[in-house]
């Protein structure tokens, strides 16, 4: 390869090293920015985390206490079941006939569980409603009738405080489960935001990591691009040397030639001029 050549290999060389070098400082640019932005999203995600764990806490807090007053719930209720079954022995032995009051009160609380719980058409609904009322007018109606009776008067009064009793509480119970469903809600949609960002944090994660590679690629090709650009500059310089030395190679020829005529013209004795005698000094022949 000529020299020309060389020197325009070396230029074409030089250019794809700036390009490269351009390309690997903006890649790298980029790389940082996506870091910094998936890091960000990523402290934001742990503390929307935090926060989801200090609502779950409150959460179950109100859920456990919701649950320890369904618990004192149902231990009342088995109570009132009690009393009635004390209230139909003694209806027994008052009234004669009739359905047991225990029995009319668990009818009732099975079908106000159903509407509360099952979605029902409006006819079927209403039915439900009316069939409730029935049920509390045949419980109330044979209440009058049975409370003329003081053990029974007294055995009501008992059941009826109970009632009272397993009423404040479920309006607690209820109070602590709306708290703890408001709790629960915020926790959603925060969990909402939380895979959003972790959404977009993958994103530039996944940006980071292709800058990344690109701009290890073009430092790869910087690095090969001044390995070639060194061994270019050695032949380069190498054939500099060979050139200037075949030039020197040919002007002392030249001299020597020169030199040759001049002595000839010498010997012939032939005039020679003041140029003519430094020609052969250099030239070592005189």
Avoid at 64 to 76: F, I, N, P, Y
Avoid at 191 to 215: C, G, N, P, S, Y
Wanted: aromatic share 4%; with cysteine.
């Amino acid at each position: 390869m000529t020299l020309e050549k060389l020197e325009e290999r070396k230029e074409q060389l030089e250019r794809e090293l700036q390009e490269n070098v351009s390309r690997r400082d903006e890649l790298n640019k980029l790389a940082k920015e996506y870091r910094e932005k998936r890091n960000r999203l990523n402290e934001e995600v742990k503390e929307l985390l935090n926060k989801v764990r200090e609502l779950k806490a409150k959460r179950d807090e109100l859920n456990s206490k919701a649950r320890e007053l369904k618990a004192q719930r149902e231990e009342l209720y088995k109570r009132v079941d009690e009393l009635y079954k004390k209230l139909d022995e003694l209806r027994k032995s008052i009234d004669k006939g009739g359905r047991p009051l225990g029995e009319i009160e668990r009818e009732i609380r099975r079908l106000e569980f159903i509407q509360q719980t099952s979605v029902l058409t409006l006819e079927r609904e209403r039915a439900l409603v009316e069939r409730i009322a029935r049920l509390r007018r045949e419980l109330e109606e044979r209440k009058a009738q049975l409370e003329k009776h003081a053990e029974f008067r007294s055995l009501i009064a008992q059941i009826r405080e109970l009632k009272e009793k397993i009423k404040e509480i479920k309006e607690e119970m209820m109070g602590y489960v709306k708290e703890a469903d408001k709790y629960h809600e915020e926790m959603l949609e925060i969990l909402k935001v939380v895979d959003e960002k972790r959404r977009m944090a993958d994103e530039f994660h996944e940006k980071f990591i292709q800058a990344k590679k690109e701009a290890d690629q073009c430092h790869a090709r910087i690095l090969e691009i001044r390995r070639d650009l060194k061994d270019l500059d050695k032949v380069i310089k190498a054939l500099k040397a060979r050139m200037e030395k075949s030039k020197e190679f040919r002007e002392r020829e030249e001299l020597m030639r020169r030199a040759r005529e001049i002595y000839e013209m010498f010997k012939r004795g032939e005039k020679i001029e003041t140029e003519d005698l430094l020609i052969l000094q250099r030239a070592g022949l005189i």
